[in-house]
C-alpha cells in the first residue's frame, strides 16, 4: 500500500492529531494499577538452545496469548557484539524503536526496558553470541479475567475469548485503540472498550471506566465519538454497572452543554465509524443526539437538575416528531447524504427507538439482511437491532459470518477491519491496520443480548436474564457484577428447556422463559414445583409471577439458586454448521527444517513507511505467524513455488498454509509435489484454490523428505505469502 494512503488514513481516523495531555500515552495515569507477572517462559522457540553460531540468526520465540512484555535473554557474550529485541508484530516499530544492547565477555542477563505487544518476540543474534536461555516479562492493567461465556457452537466461544482478550490487551494508563501503533484514547474505541469491563473483567477494571467518564469532554476530538459515549453506551452504561452516582453529578453539567450548545450536526470529520462509505451521518448522529437527551434527562432527574427537563423533553420532541418526515423513504430511512440506505443509520432508529414496530418488518427485508457497510465497531449496534426485532438468529449468523477470518485465525486477539479490508475511502488490503483493535463487541453481544444478563436498577440491584439464545442449545455465562458473580446456564433438548440462576445477595432477577424457543410451551416448574401451566397455578418463597409479553414469561426472583423448566415441544433448528473439535493430531516439529522458494528472500517496506520488513522463506518455518515469506518480485502467476526440506523421509498426510497476516495474499491456486531426493518428483498429490487466510492441504497419505507448493493461479492485485507452514502426521 502507497505511503500517501496510510497518511490518509492516519488523518482520517487521528492517527497524527497531538493527544490531549491528559491521555498521553507516556502518562503515568495508570502507573500504580499495572501488575507485572513475572518472567514466563516461551511456548515456543524457533531454535533449541543454548546455541552459538559463526553467522548471524533470529530466534523467534512464541507466548499463548497477544500479551504486553518485555523479551528478556540469557547469553555467554563478547565484547562488542550488538543484540537485538523486539515484538514480531511489525507494527510495533510504528511507535517503539527496536532495542537492542551491546554486550561484553562473558556471561550476561538483559531485559528490554519498555513494554511492546505481540505474540511473539524476535532477537537477533550477531555470530560467536551463545543463547543460553530466553524468557519474558509479561505486564498488564491489574484486573482479573473473571466472567465467561460458552455455548455449544465453538465459534462464539473463540469470538468471546479473543474479544476478552483484546480489550485487556487496550487497557494501560487509559484504554487504547490498539497497543501495538498508536495507544490512542479514542472514545469511540473507549466506548465498547468500558462496556466489555463490566463483562469480562474484576472490578479493578472499573477505575479505567471511570476515568473515562470524567475525562474533559473536546469538542475538536472525533465529537461523534463523544455522542456515541455520552448516553446509554457509555455515561448511563457506566452508571447501571456501577451505581456511581457521584460520577455522574460531576459530568452532568458538561455533557449537557456539549449536547446542548457545543455539538455541532452535519460537520465533516465527526467521526462515526470506519467501514465502508455510504455513511449516513445525518440519520446516525440523530439517532445518537436522541439517546444521548433521554439518558441526560435521567441524569437530571437524579442530579437534582429536573428543571432541565423541560428543555430536554422539547429537543427530544422535536426529534421524534421530525424523524419520519425528514429520512423515513418508504422502504428504509435515509437522508439525501447517501444513495443506498445504510445499516448502520437503520439500526440505530430501531436502538433509539425511533423506527416504529410497524417498520422493522420493512428495515430488515431492505436493509439489515441486506448490507453489511458497518464497521466491526459499528456491528455492535446492528447485532443490538436484531436482537431487539426478535432476529437473534439472524444477528448470531451475522457474526458468524462477518468475523469468520477472525475467528480462524491464529491470533488471539481481534482485528481492527474485518478481513484486514480497507474499507474507507478504498476498498483494499490494509496491511497497516491492527490485530488487536479494543472496539470489537463480542462480549458485549454474547453476554448481554443472547445471554441476556443486564442490570435493569443501578448497581445490579435488580436485573435481567431474558435469554435470546436462538439456535444454541447450550449456554453459560458468569458475569461479575459490582453485587457478585452472576451464574447463568441453559440447556435445551426437544422436551425441556433448562435454565438455572444462581445470583448474588442483595439483587433481584426478572427471569423470563422465551416462548420464542417452543413450538409448543406447556407447564413451567421452578425447584421442580409446578409453577405455570398456560396460567399462574402456584408461587414458592422468594418467586413471584411478573407478567408475560410478547417474548417471555416472567418472573422475580430473589436471590440465590433458581432451576427453571419449560416443557413442552421446541425446535431445534441448526442454520449453520457447528464447528466440531479438532481430532487429535501430531504436528511434526519443524525446528531443524529449511525453506527455499522460486524467487531470492528479500523484504518490503511495511505499509509504505521506511521499516523494511524481512520476508525470507525461512520465516515459514519459525511457528510465528507474524513473520512470513512473500513474493516480492510480482504478482501472483503461474511457477511460483516454496519448497521446504525435512531433512528426513517422513509420513504425512496434511499440509496447512497460513497467510492470516497478509491475508488476501492466498494462492489463488496450488499444487503439491513431494520428492524423496529433491531430483525426482511425484505429483502433483494435490490440487485447489487458496482459501482466505489459511489453507488446508489434505491428501492420501505420503511418504517424502521434500514439499513443493506450487501457485498456479493469476492475480493482478495481491502477491504470494506463505507466514507459516505446518505439516501433520499421517497416523
Given at each position: 500500500?502507497?505511503?500517501?494512503?496510510?497518511?490518509?488514513?492516519?488523518?482520517?481516523h487521528?492517527?497524527?492529531?497531538?493527544?490531549?495531555?491528559?491521555?498521553?500515552?507516556?502518562?503515568?495515569?495508570?502507573?500504580?494499577?499495572?501488575?507485572?507477572?513475572?518472567?514466563?517462559?516461551?511456548?515456543?522457540l524457533?531454535?533449541?538452545?543454548?546455541?552459538?553460531?559463526?553467522?548471524?540468526?533470529?530466534?523467534?520465540?512464541?507466548?499463548?496469548?497477544?500479551?504486553?512484555?518485555?523479551?528478556?535473554?540469557?547469553?555467554?557474550?563478547?565484547n562488542?557484539?550488538?543484540?537485538?529485541?523486539?515484538?514480531?508484530?511489525?507494527?510495533?516499530?510504528?511507535?517503539?524503536?527496536?532495542?537492542?544492547?551491546?554486550?561484553?565477555?562473558?556471561?550476561?542477563?538483559?531485559?528490554?526496558?519498555?513494554?511492546?505487544?505481540?505474540?511473539?518476540?524476535?532477537?537477533?543474534?550477531?555470530?560467536?553470541?551463545?543463547?543460553?536461555?530466553?524468557?519474558?516479562?509479561?505486564?498488564?492493567y491489574?484486573?482479573?479475567?473473571?466472567?465467561?461465556?460458552?455455548?455449544n457452537?465453538?465459534?462464539?466461544?473463540?469470538?468471546?475469548?479473543?474479544?476478552?482478550?483484546?480489550?485487556?490487551l487496550?487497557?494501560?494508563?487509559?484504554?487504547?485503540?490498539?497497543?501495538?501503533?498508536?495507544?490512542?484514547?479514542?472514545?469511540?474505541?473507549?466506548?465498547?472498550e468500558?462496556d466489555?469491563?463490566?463483562?469480562?473483567?474484576?472490578?479493578?477494571?472499573?477505575?479505567?471506566?471511570?476515568?473515562?467518564?470524567?475525562?474533559?469532554?473536546?469538542?475538536?476530538?472525533?465529537?461523534?465519538?463523544?455522542?456515541?459515549?455520552?448516553?446509554?453506551?457509555?455515561?448511563?452504561?457506566?452508571?447501571?454497572?456501577?451505581?456511581?452516582?457521584?460520577?455522574?453529578?460531576?459530568?452532568?453539567?458538561?455533557?449537557?452543554?456539549?449536547?446542548?450548545?457545543?455539538y455541532?450536526?452535519?460537520?465533516?470529520?465527526?467521526?462515526?465509524?470506519?467501514?465502508?462509505?455510504?455513511?449516513?451521518?445525518?440519520?446516525?448522529?440523530?439517532?445518537?443526539?436522541?439517546?444521548?437527551?433521554?439518558?441526560?434527562?435521567?441524569?437530571?432527574?437524579?442530579?437534582?437538575?429536573?428543571?432541565?427537563t423541560?428543555?430536554?423533553?422539547?429537543?427530544?420532541?422535536?426529534?421524534?416528531?421530525?424523524?419520519?418526515?425528514?429520512?423515513?423513504?418508504?422502504?428504509?430511512?435515509?437522508?439525501?447524504?447517501?444513495?443506498?440506505?445504510?445499516?448502520?443509520?437503520?439500526?440505530?432508529?430501531?436502538?433509539?427507538?425511533?423506527?416504529?414496530?410497524?417498520?422493522?418488518?420493512?428495515?430488515?427485508?431492505?436493509?439489515?439482511?441486506?448490507?453489511?457497510?458497518?464497521?466491526?465497531?459499528?456491528?455492535r449496534?446492528?447485532?443490538e437491532?436484531?436482537?431487539?426485532?426478535?432476529?437473534?438468529?439472524?444477528?448470531?449468523?451475522?457474526?458468524?459470518?462477518?468475523?469468520?477470518?477472525?475467528?480462524?485465525?491464529?491470533?488471539?486477539t481481534?482485528?481492527?477491519?474485518?478481513?484486514?479490508?480497507?474499507?474507507?475511502?478504498?476498498?483494499?488490503?490494509?496491511?497497516?491496520?491492527?490485530?488487536?483493535?479494543?472496539?470489537?463487541?463480542?462480549?458485549?453481544?454474547?453476554?448481554?443480548?443472547?445471554?441476556?444478563?443486564?442490570?435493569?436498577?443501578?448497581?445490579?440491584?435488580?436485573?435481567?436474564?431474558?435469554?435470546?439464545?436462538?439456535?444454541?442449545?447450550?449456554?453459560h455465562?458468569?458475569?461479575?457484577?459490582?453485587?457478585?458473580?452472576?451464574?447463568?446456564?441453559?440447556?435445551?433438548?426437544?422436551?425441556?428447556?433448562?435454565?438455572?440462576?444462581?445470583?448474588?445477595?442483595?439483587?433481584?432477577?426478572?427471569?423470563?422463559?422465551?416462548?420464542?424457543?417452543?413450538?409448543?410451551?406447556?407447564?413451567?416448574?421452578?425447584?421442580?414445583?409446578?409453577?405455570?401451566?398456560?396460567?399462574?397455578?402456584d408461587?414458592?418463597?422468594?418467586?413471584?409471577?411478573?407478567?408475560?409479553n410478547?417474548?417471555?414469561?416472567l418472573?422475580?426472583?430473589?436471590?440465590?439458586?433458581?432451576?427453571?423448566?419449560?416443557?413442552?415441544?421446541?425446535?431445534?433448528?441448526?442454520?449453520?454448521?457447528?464447528?466440531?473439535?479438532?481430532?487429535?493430531?501430531?504436528?511434526?516439529?519443524?525446528?531443524?527444517?529449511?525453506?527455499?522458494?522460486?524467487?531470492?528472500?528479500?523484504?518490503?517496506?511495511?505499509?509504505?513507511?521506511?521499516?523494511?520488513?524481512?520476508?525470507?522463506?525461512?520465516?515459514?518455518?519459525?511457528?510465528?505467524?507474524?513473520?512470513?515469506?512473500?513474493?516480492?518480485?510480482?504478482?501472483?502467476?503461474?511457477?511460483?513455488?516454496?519448497?521446504?526440506?525435512?531433512?528426513?523421509?517422513?509420513?504425512?498426510?496434511?499440509?496447512?498454509?497460513?497467510?492470516?497476516?497478509?491475508?488476501?495474499?492466498?494462492?489463488?491456486?496450488?499444487?503439491?509435489?513431494?520428492?524423496?531426493?529433491?531430483?525426482?518428483?511425484?505429483?502433483?498429490?494435490?490440487?485447489?484454490?487458496?482459501?482466505?487466510?489459511?489453507?488446508?492441504?489434505?491428501?492420501?497419505?505420503?511418504?517424502?523428505?521434500?514439499?513443493?507448493?506450487?501457485?498456479?493461479?493469476q492475480?493482478?492485485?495481491?502477491?504470494?505469502?506463505?507466514?507459516?507452514?505446518?505439516?501433520?502426521?499421517?497416523?
Amino acid at each position: 500500500m502507497k505511503h500517501t494512503l496510510v497518511l490518509l488514513l492516519l488523518i482520517s481516523h487521528g492517527y497524527v492529531m497531538a493527544q490531549p495531555a491528559a491521555i498521553s500515552p507516556t502518562g503515568d495515569a495508570g502507573r500504580n494499577h499495572i501488575r507485572d507477572f513475572g518472567l514466563k517462559n516461551y511456548i515456543h522457540l524457533s531454535k533449541e538452545l543454548p546455541r552459538k553460531s559463526t553467522e548471524s540468526w533470529d530466534l523467534v520465540c512464541e507466548m499463548p496469548y497477544n500479551c504486553q512484555f518485555q523479551p528478556w535473554i540469557e547469553i555467554r557474550g563478547k565484547n562488542g557484539a550488538v543484540i537485538s529485541l523486539n515484538s514480531t508484530n511489525p507494527l510495533v516499530r510504528y511507535l517503539t524503536r527496536t532495542e537492542s544492547f551491546v554486550s561484553g565477555q562473558g556471561h550476561q542477563v538483559y531485559q528490554a526496558a519498555n513494554w511492546i505487544s505481540g505474540e511473539g518476540a524476535i532477537y537477533s543474534i550477531p555470530p560467536g553470541v551463545e543463547v543460553l536461555s530466553v524468557k519474558y516479562r509479561e505486564t498488564g492493567y491489574d484486573t482479573k479475567f473473571t466472567g465467561s461465556f460458552s455455548c455449544n457452537d465453538q465459534d462464539y466461544n473463540i469470538l468471546w475469548q479473543k474479544g476478552a482478550r483484546t480489550a485487556y490487551l487496550c487497557m494501560r494508563d487509559h484504554f487504547y485503540d490498539c497497543p501495538d501503533r498508536e495507544r490512542v484514547g479514542f472514545w469511540g474505541d473507549g466506548t465498547p472498550e468500558l462496556d466489555q469491563c463490566f463483562y469480562a473483567f474484576d472490578s479493578s477494571a472499573h477505575r479505567l471506566c471511570r476515568d473515562l467518564v470524567l475525562r474533559k469532554l473536546d469538542p475538536e476530538f472525533y465529537p461523534g465519538q463523544q455522542l456515541e459515549f455520552l448516553g446509554e453506551y457509555g455515561l448511563w452504561y457506566y452508571y447501571m454497572q456501577t451505581g456511581d452516582l457521584a460520577s455522574l453529578v460531576t459530568v452532568y453539567p458538561s455533557t449537557r452543554e456539549f449536547l446542548f450548545n457545543v455539538y455541532k450536526p452535519g460537520k465533516k470529520n465527526q467521526w462515526f465509524d470506519w467501514g465502508k462509505e455510504n455513511k449516513d451521518i445525518a440519520v446516525i448522529e440523530t439517532c445518537f443526539m436522541y439517546i444521548d437527551l433521554g439518558a441526560l434527562k435521567k441524569m437530571a432527574q437524579l442530579t437534582g437538575h429536573q428543571s432541565d427537563t423541560v428543555a430536554i423533553n422539547q429537543r427530544m420532541d422535536s426529534i421524534r416528531e421530525s424523524f419520519d418526515r425528514r429520512f423515513w423513504k418508504g422502504n428504509a430511512y435515509r437522508s439525501d447524504q447517501v444513495s443506498q440506505p445504510d445499516d448502520r443509520a437503520n439500526a440505530m432508529a430501531i436502538n433509539a427507538g425511533l423506527a416504529g414496530r410497524a417498520t422493522w418488518e420493512t428495515i430488515y427485508r431492505t436493509v439489515l439482511s441486506q448490507k453489511t457497510y458497518a464497521s466491526c465497531f459499528f456491528d455492535r449496534w446492528v447485532f443490538e437491532a436484531l436482537c431487539k426485532m426478535g432476529r437473534q438468529r439472524e444477528a448470531l449468523l451475522r457474526m458468524s459470518d462477518r468475523y469468520r477470518s477472525m475467528i480462524r485465525a491464529p491470533f488471539t486477539t481481534l482485528w481492527e477491519h474485518y478481513d484486514r479490508w480497507w474499507a474507507s475511502v478504498v476498498d483494499a488490503f490494509d496491511e497497516g491496520s491492527s490485530l488487536n483493535h479494543g472496539w470489537n463487541p463480542p462480549v458485549i453481544n454474547l453476554s448481554q443480548d443472547i445471554a441476556g444478563i443486564s442490570p435493569v436498577k443501578p448497581g445490579w440491584e435488580l436485573f435481567s436474564v431474558l435469554p435470546r439464545e436462538a439456535f444454541l442449545r447450550r449456554v453459560h455465562v458468569s458475569v461479575p457484577s459490582v453485587k457478585g458473580a452472576i451464574d447463568m446456564s441453559l440447556h435445551k433438548t426437544t422436551t425441556h428447556y433448562d435454565l438455572q440462576l444462581v445470583s448474588p445477595a442483595g439483587t433481584m432477577a426478572m427471569v423470563g422463559i422465551p416462548k420464542k424457543s417452543f413450538k409448543t410451551l406447556q407447564e413451567i416448574k421452578v425447584n421442580n414445583r409446578l409453577v405455570w401451566k398456560g396460567a399462574v397455578l402456584d408461587t414458592i418463597p422468594g418467586l413471584s409471577h411478573a407478567g408475560e409479553n410478547e417474548e417471555y414469561i416472567l418472573f422475580l426472583v430473589k436471590a440465590g439458586r433458581w432451576h427453571f423448566q419449560g416443557l413442552g415441544t421446541l425446535g431445534l433448528e441448526l442454520p449453520k454448521k457447528i464447528p466440531r473439535p479438532a481430532k487429535a493430531e501430531r504436528k511434526l516439529d519443524k525446528r531443524n527444517w529449511t525453506a527455499s522458494a522460486s524467487v531470492p528472500d528479500n523484504t518490503f517496506l511495511f505499509s509504505g513507511d521506511s521499516i523494511p520488513i524481512d520476508v525470507s522463506a525461512r520465516n515459514v518455518l519459525d511457528g510465528d505467524h507474524w513473520t512470513g515469506w512473500r513474493d516480492m518480485g510480482s504478482t501472483q502467476h503461474s511457477g511460483q513455488f516454496l519448497m521446504v526440506d525435512m531433512k528426513i523421509p517422513r509420513r504425512f498426510d496434511k499440509i496447512v498454509l497460513d497467510n492470516s497476516w497478509a491475508l488476501w495474499d492466498s494462492p489463488r491456486g496450488y499444487s503439491l509435489s513431494v520428492s524423496v531426493d529433491g531430483k525426482h518428483w511425484k505429483g502433483p498429490v494435490v490440487r485447489g484454490e487458496g482459501q482466505l487466510g489459511i489453507t488446508t492441504l489434505s491428501f492420501p497419505a505420503q511418504t517424502a523428505r521434500y514439499i513443493k507448493i506450487n501457485q498456479t493461479g493469476q492475480d493482478s492485485s495481491y502477491h504470494w505469502s506463505v507466514y507459516e507452514l505446518d505439516v501433520y502426521q499421517a497416523p
